[in-house]
């Protein structure tokens, strides 16, 4: 059965930091989601990771994948309040179902 | 931007009814879920629809729960006899393919009394 960890849980940072949330996964999957929510929201589609190696930036956000490690990682970069969000990774287990982490919660102070 | 629709974007029922939560996927999607999120929980994964039938279900989704696609653009989930462990936001989302994201819809916020 494909669990999927997420860490940290919650994350308060200064504006102007670098950090990067973690998400590590049980078995083997190549296909990883980055969504974002913001409080009473929807869920928001930021990356789509379909290889090992795989990189994607967006602004002040960029994800990887390595599937070897089952490891995927989302650096923020210099953050901004407006980055303040829950992130959720999500991993495909190859049988339509995605298995959600259980989120990061990011406040940014400014 | 096309985008999911979901109605009613709340629901307050008695435990023990039926209720039946709404879905207009993206148009030329093919693929279609339904996941629930209890307040402040992860997200959890109930069904994908794919050619007019199911194509995975979790063990959540039992003999409770059914989805329908009844025309060409509606897509419902039902929930029969609801408990109260049921009130939760429901989220709807389309996909174009297996491996493209998923788009996700505002939400059903749930509430059984």
């Known amino acids: 059965e494909l669990k999927v960890e997420q860490n940290p849980l919650f994350l308060s940072m200064q504006e102007g930091k670098n950090y990067t949330i973690y998400c590590n996964y049980s078995?083997?999957?190549?296909?990883l989601y980055w969504y974002r929510q913001d409080p009473g929201k929807s869920l928001e589609s930021l990356f789509v990771?379909?290889?090992n190696g795989a990189v994607k930036q967006e602004g002040r956000l960029m994800a990887s994948l390595d599937t070897k490690a089952r490891l995927s990682t989302l650096h923020i970069t210099a953050a901004v309040h407006d980055l303040s969000a829950t992130y959720f990774c999500?991993?495909?287990?190859?049988?339509?179902?995605?298995?959600w982490g259980a989120g990061t919660k990011l406040i940014i102070k400014p | 931007e096309p985008e999911v629709t979901q109605t009613p974007s709340h629901q307050v029922t008695q435990m023990g009814q039926e209720v039946i939560l709404r879905c207009v996927p993206i148009?030329?999607?093919?693929?279609f879920y339904w996941y629930r999120q209890i307040l402040g929980q992860k997200v959890e994964f109930l069904v994908s629809?794919?050619?007019?039938?199911?194509?995975?279900k979790s063990e959540i989704f039992d003999d409770q729960f059914s989805v329908e696609r009844p025309d060409g653009s509606n897509f419902t989930l039902k929930i029969r006899s609801t408990k109260l462990e049921d009130s939760a936001m429901y989220f709807c989302?389309?996909?174009?393919?297996?491996?493209?994201?998923?788009?996700f819809g505002d939400g059903t916020r749930l509430s059984i009394l």
């Open positions: 990771l379909l290889s």
């Open positions: 148009s030329n999607h093919l693929y």
């Open positions: 989302a389309s996909s174009p393919s297996r491996v493209e994201p998923q788009h």
């Open positions: 999500a991993v495909d287990d190859s049988n339509y179902q995605l298995i």
């Open positions: 078995t083997t999957s190549d296909r």
């Open positions: 629809f794919y050619n007019n039938e199911i194509s995975e």
